[in-house]
């Protein structure tokens, strides 16, 4: 074993070498700040040209250095020792010295991939793989891993029991971390697959699915930068809390262009954040609802006008309902609802000529009758009312009050219940499960074309038909700001089919990312939502990687997460444990009225036992209120305890976990074993269930 004065000459000689690395970051941001002042005193000569080279060189400048100011904590992370003497660091981005000779080589590029790919069963050439903690600039410690001990020189010093398991034993924050310094060999793999396709990440909890897709991420953007950062990355999790938890991995490993939403947030102008209950959210996820969004897309609104008569120099001229329908079926048959918008005018112009038989009226000809009805008021208040340009979001609204019109026996009575319930309680704001079929009303109703592209074949008279200006903004951005170059997603086992669509519409051009344990599905029709994501994939080839192990969970903890899986989950994936604590889950079964203190102390219990950890208070949707109440004078003392539903645990992880009440909260939905399955995977060091009951624990599920 080393003994601590060689360890800390071993630190001290890497910092020498670290300080080294940030003075050229240091030199690198200067003339980084020095080009961004430059750029700005180009716009001084007073030219077009010079306004444009301004901001071309303050663009690229700054961006330069927002990358080398969110790489500056823990810049250099690791250092291989080769056969032939070579000594290779490696860090989170790439660093020069003055002769342009490498300092440091960027985790990402190929020389950097010994670090994760070389073992001791095959060392590569790599004698000693050495990790490096830092705290900022400072070096706080080394881990060493041995790989080749017959080519190692008789004075190598090897530090520490292995970088892996020492991280794996650090308190948690708030916050998701890089792993970039303990990318093990099988991540690594999926991190460097093929870019073109569907690079599809499974394996159980704990295995670093997410951590592993987001270096991916980064690893794309540094092989084709000009593909990925025009195209734009967008990254897709479950939740706000997750998003939040996640938002700080990609500029630690030197990219801020990343566009990172939540499920509620992928439609631009869009936001929600809270969930339906389950049988409305069912109901909105089910591709059932495409059928029903698309009868309400173009169906008229019970307040169009049915008839329309003109009376035109010696004839009268009648649109009846027969003729109307006619109309439209034929606009709809030519284009979605919004782009046959300019064309409407012409096509009831039209149909009103044809019934002209009048001799006074057929001496003016076509000509002079569309003059006299573009100007008429009535006719123009017709086309207003008959064929109004529509909005996704009043559309949507509007499904409040027409949903069992348009739903034509596709839900069961109480789903409709649900479903108005819903967007009864929702006051007009979106829920999450609503943000899709939003979307979806965007591309059934299209845009209205601007008039150089809707004009072409329209009649003089009509080419500038106006139409009575509206106060009402749109809601949404356009279709054609949707598109991205990857498509990321997290937790894609939870997505409903409405979902996929949504997100299939960001990625029609794109390449892939898929992240997911079909264990761990919230969605109660699993084969409905695989349709919809082959549907989504539109053909790419795929890319299979499994992650085999548990890094995140104790072994005890894990044990008991997979006991319930193998009663109630058939097929899970379940993950090799590699840690243990002697630490046993804790279960109390104590009366419901005393649940809520019981669970507030065992939280207490736990926040004193993790140090600067953190810890979580999982509750069933019913109980939130009550906790909260309860537990208000801990969480506005601790910043490091937090109380959430099961669903907005997705992807997270903390020290400790208080589950309460759980045989209530997997009764909540069909899913609830598979929720309560991820619950359970959410504590890395301590885990403490309370219930009013334990059926949990021996009863199978039905």
Known sequence: MTSPAAAQREIASEQSYVDTVYERLDASADVARALVREGFARADVGHEGGLVERDAMVFQATRRLTALNAAHDGLVFGRLDLTDGQKRYIGRIGVRDAEREILLVDWRAPAASLFYQATAANPSGVVRRRVLRCSGSTVIGVEDDLLDAEHAPPDMVIVGDGALLASMSRARDARMHSVVATIQAEQDDAIRAPSRGATIIGGGPGTGKTVVALHRAAYLLYTDRRRFESGGVLVVGPS???????????????????TLRSLGEVVDGLTASRHDEPVAAAAKGSSRMVRVLRRLAVEPAPETPAEFRYFYKDDVLRLDAARLAGLRRHLLHQSTYNRAVPRVPAALADALWRQVRGERAREGGRAEFLDRIAD??????????????????????????????????????????????????GGGTPSIEDIPLIDELRYLLGEVPPHDEADDDLPKQLMSFERREREEVRTTTSIADDGYAHVLIDEAQDLSPMQWRMVGRRGRHASWTIVG???????????????????????????????????????????????????????????????????????????????????????????????????????????RAGLERELAPVLAAHERVRLLDALDTKGLEFDGVVVAEPDTLIGESEAGWRTFYVVLTRATQLLTTVG??????????R
Do not use: C
């Open 240 to 258: 706000n809390v997750f998003m939040s938890y996640i938002e700080r991995v990609l500029p630690s490993l030197g990219e801020t262009s990343v």
């Open 376 to 425: 008429d008021r009535r006719f123009v208040d017709f086309v207003e009312a008959w064929w109004p340009e529509r909005d996704a979001v009043r559309m949507w609204r509007s499904l409040r009050e027409r949903v069992a019109e348009v739903a034509q026996g596709a839900f069961r009575r109480a789903e409709l219940d649900a479903l108005r319930a819903s967007w009864e309680a």
């Open 517 to 623: 344990d079909p264990a761990q599905s919230s969605w109660p029709v699993p084969e409905e939502a695989e349709r919809a994501r082959v549907e989504a994939l539109d053909g790419k080839p795929e890319h299979r990687f499994r992650l085999s192990t548990n890094y995140r969970n104790s072994a005890e903890i894990y044990e008991l997460a997979a006991g319930v899986a193998r009663r109630a989950i058939p097929g899970a994936d379940l993950a090799d444990g590699v840690r243990r604590t002697g630490e046993h889950p804790a279960h109390l079964e104590v009366p419901a009225g005393a649940v809520a203190a019981a669970v507030r102390e065992e939280a207490e219990k736990l926040l004193a036992r993790v140090g600067e950890g953190s810890v979580a208070v999982v509750t069933p949707l019913a109980l």
């Open 692 to 701: 009013s009951s334990a059926r949990w624990r021996t009863e199978e599920p």
